[in-house]
């Protein structure tokens, strides 16, 4: 991904150079023709064309900012309820990531959505320890973290 | 416009303060170190970042001042919050303190053993 961008830097440069002018409206032209020329080349490359990872990253900063707002409707539920009747816990969540960055993303997400703490990471990375606000949610939380912040992850790191 | 905007900006700093307010009101009210990171990991950073947010839109739209510090500020909140909430929960579970006697399930325990028999 790095290098498809990298290379289309370079040709919004060769761009610059051929059409003699040095201005920011030239680099953005070249920048676009250069994007045309990588979409063309696509195959020639042994990763996905980078737009469609920019696409995932600018996903998944919106799952973010909507979890976080639900978080924040969850947490004020329970803060302000009259009685404390609700039941923490900790639970086990097995994870299918594997390098370090995407677990500290997988982390820093569910953190922040309803109801739900990361505690500990196990040291072969794949049990995260989740301390849960409410357990008897815990299992439709594990499949919903399962189907919406995993599959994003993975749809970046593809 | 310009009172929209100003209804934006007046919306902002009610909710932040308000979101402040309820993570206070957490620390106070709930039972555990855990349930109470709950409250201040989320709370906290929403509250802030939407004061840091209505203070960037009242100085770039009424001023015209573009302070990009606050936009560094905003970021730097929402990466690094939920990480210090991860820290103190588990200095906190790994110098035995209790969980709430209400709690119901514990898989954290058995993590020892987890390692035990995955570590060859």
Request: net charge negative.
């Given at each position: 991904m790095a290098f498809q961008i990298l290379l289309n830097f370079f040709l919004a440069f060769v761009w610059m150079f051929l059409s003699v002018s040095f201005t920011s409206q030239s680099f953005i032209i070249g920048f676009l023709l250069g994007l045309l020329v990588?979409?063309?080349?696509?195959r020639f490359f042994n990763s996905r064309f980078y737009l469609l990872r920019v696409?995932?990253?600018?996903?998944?900063f919106f799952l973010f900012l909507k979890e976080l707002i639900l978080a924040n409707i969850a947490v004020l539920k329970t803060v302000l309820k009259p009685k404390m009747?609700?039941?923490?816990?900790?639970?086990?969540?097995?994870?299918?990531?594997?390098?370090d960055w995407e677990i500290t993303l997988l982390a820093n997400l569910i953190t922040l959505t309803p109801g739900t703490l990361v505690m500990d990471v196990s040291y072969d990375n794949k049990i995260l320890y989740v301390h849960a606000i409410d357990i008897p949610d815990a299992?439709?939380?594990i499949d919903e973290i399962k189907n919406s912040f995993e599959k994003a992850i993975m749809e970046v790191s593809r | 416009m310009s009172e929209i905007i100003r209804f934006f900006i007046g919306f902002f700093l009610v909710v932040g303060g308000f979101l402040s307010l309820v993570t206070a009101f957490g620390l106070v009210r709930l039972p555990d170190v855990y349930t109470r990171n709950h409250a201040a990991s989320k709370s906290a950073t929403l509250g802030v970042m939407s004061i840091l947010l209505a203070?960037?839109?009242?100085?770039?739209l009424e001023h015209g001042h573009f302070n990009s510090r606050l936009i560094l500020a905003i970021i730097f909140i929402f990466v690094t919050a939920p990480v210090a909430g991860h820290l103190i929960s588990?200095?906190?579970?790994?110098?035995?303190?209790?969980?709430?006697d209400?709690?119901?399930r514990?898989?954290?325990k058995n993590k020892a053993e987890y390692e035990r028999q995955n570590s060859q």
């Open positions: 990588i979409f063309a080349f696509r696409a995932a990253v600018i996903s998944l009747d609700f039941q923490p816990g900790i639970f086990a969540l097995p994870t299918e990531l594997q390098t299992d439709q939380a | 203070t960037f839109l009242y100085f770039y588990r200095a906190a579970y790994n110098s035995g303190v209790k969980l709430w209400k709690s119901v514990d898989d954290l």
